[in-house]
């Protein structure tokens, strides 16, 4: 990523600007929903990494001010000061600068101590270190082919926790469940972060590996905020009898939980019923994503009528799969038919216009609804990303633009298989067997790929 700021540029070194805080990190918090809730604990790591929010601000108006000025400064790349400046006229304005504590209705829990400098500053920095790091976790994950290995990096100066320096040079590969718990950020200030190797690098700088294994659990400790409760938290044993466990409502990778599509799983609207393509006026019609009225079609590139595709640009039917016995049984087959084996987290396809990686760890829900049988079609979707006839980057009524794959099938009667690539890197897909005109409504977006 151009500009990239390290880290430890992030927190505590004055008014050094951040600049080059674009892509990925912004798009990360733009990805973000809104919460009211009245303390930090209230929302598990997940769903902090879709929503933001801030304990104690119970006003959405106010919520949107902070959102919008954190976006700002992401985006301009704007220091701590800038944003203060910005933002205190307005709070003062609506009567929320340096307001007392305020206490929770319901349990009389006091939630946060007003919005004040100091307290506006944890604000900016935690959400700016989990944005950055979502983005950077966004772009190992993207060259994990290149470069499997990933370092735990702390900067070892008086500010750093002791579990924190513990966990310093400690080398796992990208797809050690270490990750899914201890990806830094974890916790308020957290400046750690994480540098990626090749295998060569590995071997040639003699850099020591680890497998969390055992040494990585959840474990039932004591509420620190709740006496006589216990919460289930991620626990690694760094080193004999001695653990680390992330700060409470950090425990998670913000970046793989920020990579999650909540429309994933539903089909097109189209793809039942063409005549709904342009049903925009909300996103999810029914059971089904819409698509964004107003596109440019297949006329519009001056591409061919489906009537008229030659058989040479269509592929031989590679033939359907059984349906399967269980949802665990369809996982199984998908893999094998995407050439994933055993051993295998992850494969690396290159197609006309894009790397992807398949990952093994989304495939269950790319097959759990057991009603659609998706496995069926399983062999129809690597000839569709490998030579598609069209690629088109779809916008959907979602505000979200998917790139969607169109691949043509000879057989009994001719086929269209459509990939959609959805924004966490899984995919769906659907086989149609529909006479030219219906086939054509779905060539919708901006052409991006044609044979």
Known sequence: MPGFVEMGMLAGQGDRRLAGMLGAPVKYFESKGMAVTWGWREMDAAAHARAFTVAGVTKLDVLQDLRAELRRALNEGQT????????????????????????????????????????????????????????????????????????????????????????????????????????PPNGFNCRCRVRAFTDAEVRRRGIATSISGRNLEQVELPDPYRPGQTLMRPRFEHAPGKYITPDIGWEGNPGAMALWDPAATLPDCSWSDPGVADMAARPIVGNCLGIAAGQRTWKDFGRADLRDVPAALRHASPGMVERAASREYAVEVLAAELGLTAEQSQRIIKTPVETLVIWRDLLPHMVEKEADGRERYARFILPTLLDPFEVYLTEYADGRARPRYIGLFQGDRDMMCIVRRNRDGSFLWNLMHADHRKMNAHRVGELIYGK
């Not at 203060?84 to 709070?91: F, S």
């Open 80 to 183: 701590f000061a800038d944003f203060r400046k910005n933002l205190i006229p307005r709070l003062q304005a609506k009567g929320w600068w340096g307001k007392l504590a305020q206490t929770d209705p319901e349990t009389g829990e006091m939630a946060g101590k007003g919005l004040t400098p100091r307290r506006l500053e944890t604000i900016f920095r935690a959400n700016v270190q989990s944005a950055y790091m979502a983005g950077r976790y966004r772009a190992h994950r993207e060259n994990v082919a290149a470069r499997p290995w990933w370092q735990y990096v702390a900067l070892l100066d008086g500010r750093t926790r002791p579990q924190h320096s513990a966990l310093n040079g400690r080398t796992f590969r990208h797809d050690d469940p270490f990750w899914q718990k201890f990806y």
